[in-house]
């Protein structure tokens, strides 16, 4: 407390100004209206809102990793009630890599803000052992399993060897380099010309036949044979490299 009996006449006035001011600048700082008891919505309240909503997305991946960009200090939201914010992905987006979080207030003074994201993961992603030629088949000595972190969800990555084991490298692939689903295709197992087996299923019968492929075919693929013996052109399904399989 200040006492006025042990400060000069002559200064009381300069005093009170001062202090005067001082109250007058706290009022400012601390509007009524954002007082402790109603004081703005916490920003580390809704990132905590946020960050529970992306775990739960991600099927709660324990390799998932989430950054939050910051957000400006001076923004100030009305308070919400925890129980009514509701997160969202706004929009088409993928879920890995910089994402946007939306977060919406439901209430009479509703509000909606969006938080930037960056999410990556941790995922076993099959690589090139060696150098692969452009036509090579691949084998699984060609292949090796690394895991590494993943920001891109649209990129078609493959997790087992057995997907990728015969089929076709489209282009040279170095050594070390992520195989994706673009540098591959089907491996061509029936040649144009080729003799074939062409398996038909009738009323239970299984009936075998020989016939000709008229062109190339990959494991999946529909072509089109001859029958040899009655010379007509049947659509047949390749399902090995000297037979296919007529619906009939």
Known sequence: ????????????????????????????????????????????????????????????NDNTRIKFARWDQRLKLAKCDKNKITAFYPGRQQRLGNVSIGLRCNK????????????????????????????????????????????????????????????VAKRSITVGKVITATTLKPAIIIKRGQEVVI????????????????SDGSKGQIIKVKNS???????ATVIAPNTVKVNM
């Open 108 to 167: 009479q003074q509703s509000w909606t803000i969006y938080l930037r994201v960056h999410i990556t993961t941790q995922q076993n992603i099959v690589h090139s052992k060696r150098h692969i030629s452009r036509g090579t088949i691949i084998t699984k000595d060609d292949l090796v399993i690394e895991n590494i972190e993943v920001s891109n969800s649209n990129t078609p990555y493959f997790h087992l060897k057995k997907n990728i084991i015969g089929k």
């Open 1 to 60: 407390m200040i006492s006025l009996n042990k400060i000069n006449k002559n200064r009381v006035p300069a005093i009170f100004f001062r202090l005067n001011i001082l109250i007058f600048s706290l009022s400012i700082a601390i509007p009524a209206n954002l007082t402790a008891k109603d004081g703005p919505q916490s920003m580390l309240e809704l990132r905590e809102i946020a960050l529970n909503f992306i775990k739960n997305q991600s099927q709660k």
């Open 199 to 214: 398996i038909a299923k009738i009323s239970g019968i299984i009936i075998r036949t020989k016939g000709k492929a008229l």
């Open 229 to 235: 013996r009655s010379k007509r052109e049947l659509q």
